[in-house]
């Protein structure tokens, strides 16, 4: 034993715990806490939820705003004189509009007086022109071809001729005529001791026919396998077709 250590003076050594005869004592929790810690709880009321959930939506709507805002910050920054200088360019494009509708209900008007006068009367002249050609009271010109038949041996007759003038009308001739003939809708052919007569006038050899349409059209019908040209050849005569860009029927019939 050392100098700095003194033995109990009973002689035995302390002891621990219960095995020394002593129990540990806890002070008792005053009962005002437990009140007070009852009155601290947070109570949440129906109201209070309702009012955190509109604050929750109005922080939305402001968030949206805010960035809405910032995306359509183009006038917000623009100089003085840019927003003068759109501004103006924005006027001037509304009297150019204003100007143009004035223009469009003027032609308008103009339209629907013109209704009854110079628009019908170009009407009216366009039927007659056009009745003229199918009657064949007026001459016309416009691209199309030249059928020339020749016949030495004089085996061409009436209906070989009728056949051309056919292949000529099913493959779009709007305007035909055959020597000094203009063919209408009644036209006909008959056989001749002198030749074939086309309306009672007497066609010679070689008959030409002039035909406006189409130029590659009536060439390519007329000359299908077994088609009018090889018939005519058949019958010892001799065809010849010329497209032409502009050919000229002069022959009219009386009215």
């Given at each position: 034993?050392?100098?700095?250590?003194r033995?109990?003076?009973?002689?035995?050594?302390?002891?621990?715990?219960?095995?020394?005869g002593h129990?540990e004592?806890?002070?008792?929790e005053?009962?005002?806490?437990?009140?007070?810690?009852g009155?601290?709880?947070?109570r949440v009321?129906?109201?209070q939820?309702?009012a955190?959930?509109?604050?929750l939506l109005l922080?939305?709507?402001?968030?949206?705003?805010?960035?809405?805002?910032?995306?359509?910050?183009?006038?917000a920054?623009?100089?003085?004189?840019?927003?003068?200088?759109?501004?103006?360019?924005?006027?001037?494009?509304s009297?150019?509009l204003r100007?143009?509708?004035?223009d469009?209900?003027?032609?308008?008007?103009?339209?629907?007086?013109?209704?009854?006068?110079g628009?019908?009367?170009?009407?009216?002249?366009?039927?007659?022109?056009t009745y003229?050609?199918?009657?064949?009271?007026?001459?016309?010109?416009?691209p199309?071809?030249?059928l020339?038949?020749?016949?030495?041996g004089?085996?061409?007759?009436?209906?070989n001729?009728?056949?051309?003038?056919?292949?000529?009308?099913d493959?779009?001739?709007?305007?035909?005529?055959?020597g000094?003939?203009?063919?209408?809708?009644?036209?006909?052919?008959?056989?001749?001791?002198?030749g074939?007569?086309?309306?009672g006038?007497l066609?010679?050899?070689p008959?030409?026919?002039?035909?406006?349409?189409?130029?590659?059209?009536?060439?390519?019908a007329?000359?299908i396998p077994?088609?009018?040209?090889?018939?005519?050849?058949?019958?010892?005569?001799?065809?010849?077709?010329?497209q032409?860009a502009?050919?000229?029927?002069?022959?009219?019939?009386?009215?």
């Amino acid at each position: 034993m050392t100098g700095g250590e003194r033995a109990p003076e009973d002689g035995h050594a302390p002891e621990d715990g219960p095995a020394g005869g002593h129990e540990e004592t806890r002070p008792a929790e005053p009962g005002g806490l437990r009140s007070l810690a009852g009155l601290l709880r947070p109570r949440v009321s129906p109201g209070q939820i309702v009012a955190g959930l509109l604050c929750l939506l109005l922080g939305f709507a402001i968030v949206a705003q805010v960035r809405s805002t910032e995306r359509d910050t183009t006038f917000a920054t623009a100089r003085q004189d840019e927003l003068v200088g759109t501004l103006s360019d924005l006027g001037q494009r509304s009297d150019r509009l204003r100007g143009d509708l004035r223009d469009l209900e003027e032609t308008k008007a103009r339209l629907q007086r013109d209704a009854e006068g110079g628009t019908a009367l170009e009407e009216a002249r366009e039927r007659a022109t056009t009745y003229g050609l199918l009657a064949g009271t007026l001459p016309a010109e416009g691209p199309g071809i030249e059928l020339v038949i020749d016949d030495p041996g004089r085996g061409v007759k009436a209906i070989n001729l009728l056949d051309a003038l056919e292949e000529l009308r099913d493959a779009g001739a709007e305007v035909v005529q055959v020597g000094d003939v203009r063919v209408g809708v009644d036209t006909y052919f008959l056989d001749d001791r002198d030749g074939v007569r086309a309306d009672g006038r007497l066609l010679a050899a070689p008959y030409r026919f002039v035909a406006i349409g189409d130029p590659h059209t009536m060439t390519t019908a007329l000359n299908i396998p077994g088609g009018l040209v090889r018939t005519l050849e058949g019958a010892g005569a001799t065809v010849l077709i010329t497209q032409r860009a502009k050919v000229t029927v002069g022959a009219i019939r009386s009215p």
